[in-house]
């Protein structure tokens, strides 16, 4: 495996191999492996904190160089095609992590550079962020073996959205029992939704997409949202406002999923529309650990592409 576009780039064992390195690394353990003397690239269409950062500090400790290319001042933006771009930049870098708006544009920038491609998020997925999601989960959840997220169940409230998708694909691929509660039309991806519902055959996932909230997290494990409007949708706003706000992760939905329920929200997050401000700063949150999270995974990825 060379590129992380999609979570359906990895498998089970992908999937494992790069948490159980994570919780390594975040242990202080010596991996006895490094990126010495590569040089990555870093490539933000879209606003960035935690992914940019992380990544940039994740490359610096592993003891290569991180290049922070500013896209609106690249030739792309007058016209240079991706494909043009892609050629140039992989005869100096190493790989490449790019946010991109069009999922298309991140697999077109693979195919032609041929140098390891990560996705720091496309309008279609967010498999870094969830994959830091996965080891927030093993973590706090006391997991040693895969086979211990059989009994983890983890609702989604709200829009069915990239990082919705991927959290599906990867709750799929793990065995993790999902259930996503989304207003009619906010669904997640038809196509994930398919290859998920199919990997979930073989690891016994049990996956449930509903429109009522309530019902999602009965029994949950963990409830995770996000924004009702992604980067790229402002225009929307008003109207998303009102579609969403029966699906605002609150004190009394939280009463009814597990006493120990975790809260988890990949950030930024709207206090006060999407999530409360109590639930994000309350007891059952897990949300600044999860943020911490993306540090440690993003290393364990780099390793596993590039060590
Ligand atoms: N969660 C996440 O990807 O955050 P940023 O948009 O700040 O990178
Ligand atoms: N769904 C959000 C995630 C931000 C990390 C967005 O795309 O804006």
Partial sequence: MKNLISIFDLNYKDIWSIVSLAVRLKKGENVGKNLNGKSLGLIFEKPSTRTSVSFSVAIHQLGAFPLMLDAQNMQRKRGETIED????????????????????????????SGIPTISGLTDLEHPCQILG??????????????????????AFIGDGNNVANSLLAACALMGINFSLAAPKGYEPNDEILKKSKQAAKQSG??????SD???????????????????????????RLKVFKN??????????????????????????????????DGEHSVIFDQAENRLHIQKAILLHLLG
């Fill in 85 to 112: 771009t892609a050629q140039t930049l992989s005869r100096y870098l190493d790989g490449v992590v790019i946010r991109a708006f069009r999922h298309e544009d991140v697999l077109e920038f693979a195919a032609s």
């Fill in 213 to 239: 909230p309530r019902k999602a997290v009965v029994d949950a494990d963990v409830i995770y949202t996000d924004v009702w409007t992604s980067m790229g949708e402002e225009s929307q706003y008003q109207k």
């Fill in 205 to 210: 996932s049990q996956i449930v997409i509903t």
């Fill in 247 to 280: 699906y605002q992760v609150n004190s009394k939905l939280v009463e009814g999923a597990k006493k120990d329920c975790l809260i988890m929200h990949c950030l930024p997050a709207h206090r006060g529309e999407e999530i409360t401000a109590d639930v994000i």
């Fill in 133 to 154: 999601d996965i080891l927030t989960i093993v973590e706090k959840k006391n997991i040693s073996a895969p086979a211990g997220l059989g009994r983890v169940k983890v």
